[in-house]
């Protein structure tokens, strides 16, 4: 099965630009995209940054079951398909979930061996001159995204690492080596050392 890696952090704090740095750096690695009700900001495309979807297309997937995990945020609704593990596990890759706290915490019950990590910015202010760089949201959306941030900050505990995001370049060689670190304590038994204590057991000279 495919090694998942949930991604969460507060809006703005960097975490679509490190996700971003962490695929180009790190082979075999497929970024599970979801479907969400909310319209495409900027330059998004549908069907590489979300699957852009109607609210009542959304409610017939869920009622059906298809997802793996869902969520409510700022009145927009996002879930990941069961699809996208099944692809990853096809294509022998492992899958990175760019999630919320509430869509991680439903998929940690539901896979538990899944690594988590929470992305902050270094605090407040700097959270929110990041918003307001994008120029995408209105002073009452920032406000709204601040107080989000304060609730969902609190849940870091439940993650197994937090990154805080001071400088792009090193965050994502944080990340890279938290991915890296686990694949090989995942896969020290199974792909490396079972061979080698099998080679021992037919070792005829090392029988009494």
Known sequence: ???????????????STLVKGLLAAVPDLRFSISYTTRAPRGTEVNGENYYFTSRDD?????????????????????????????????AGCDLVLDIDVQGAAQLKSKIPGAVTIFILAPSREVLEQRLRAR???????????????????????????????????????????IVKAERVRRSRVEDKIRPILDSFRTDRSLKP
Do not use: C
């Not at 495919?2 to 704090?13: E, K, N």
């Not at 941030?149 to 400088?167: G, H, M, P, S, T």
């Open 1 to 15: 099965m495919s090694a998942v890696f949930i991604v969460s952090a507060p809006s703005g704090s960097g975490k």
């Open 58 to 90: 959304f409610g017939q997937r869920l009622e059906r079951d298809e997802f793996l995990e869902h969520a409510e945020v700022f009145g927009n609704y996002y879930g990941t398909h069961r699809s996208e593990l099944d692809k990853a596990s096809e």
């Open 135 to 177: 120029s995408e949201d209105s002073d009452a959306v920032i406000e709204r995204r601040l107080r989000g941030a304060a609730k969902e900050i609190r849940n870091y505990e439940l993650y197994d690492y937090v990154l805080v995001n001071q400088r792009v370049e090193a965050s994502v060689d944080t990340l890279v080596s």
